[in-house]
């Protein structure tokens, strides 16, 4: 395991930042949401963003299903730079967050930054009563191209 070149697990997907915060009923109210449930966000959901993130409570995390995955595997094999990772992100600061957690782990990263009036995708994640419940903007995310 440890001959394994750089780059040698490969993935590419949306990278997103998933923002976590702990949720009262009134919030899931606010925002028409239910809990311990996934979805995209709607335009009714886009202020969410904003006030989560004022919070100080807020944690911050570099995700989305395929680089989750990709940091696992890096974790697991403990030889730097054994994985990269292809995504799309924004010119903002959720995507410089991304390229500084994933530099922090020792992964290979390529991330393009779009060129259309697109923010870093991102996850607001509100946990209640053990249960979590994810809405999603993708933004950025599907700009990759090829």
């Known amino acids: 395991m440890r001959n394994l070149p750089e780059g040698y697990v490969f993935g590419m997907g949306n990278p997103l930042l998933d923002i976590l915060v702990d949720a009262d009923d009134y919030m899931y109210e606010r925002y028409e949401l239910q809990k311990d449930n996934a979805i995209l966000a709607e335009e009714k959901h886009m202020e969410i963003y904003e006030e989560i993130q004022k919070r100080k409570d807020a944690k911050y ?81 599907c700009d990759l191209s090829l």
């Open 61 to 141: 995390v570099a995700g989305g299903a395929t680089l989750n995955t990709v940091k696992m595997i890096q974790w697991i094999l403990q030889k730097p730079f054994v994985c990269s990772y292809v995504g799309c992100i924004g010119s903002d600061l959720p995507g410089k967050y991304i390229k500084n957690d994933c530099r922090g782990l020792d992964l290979l990263t390529d991330f393009q930054i779009t060129t259309k009036p697109l923010k870093t995708g991102k996850v607001a994640i509100l946990i209640s009563e053990n249960l979590r419940s994810m809405v999603t903007y993708l933004g950025a995310a």
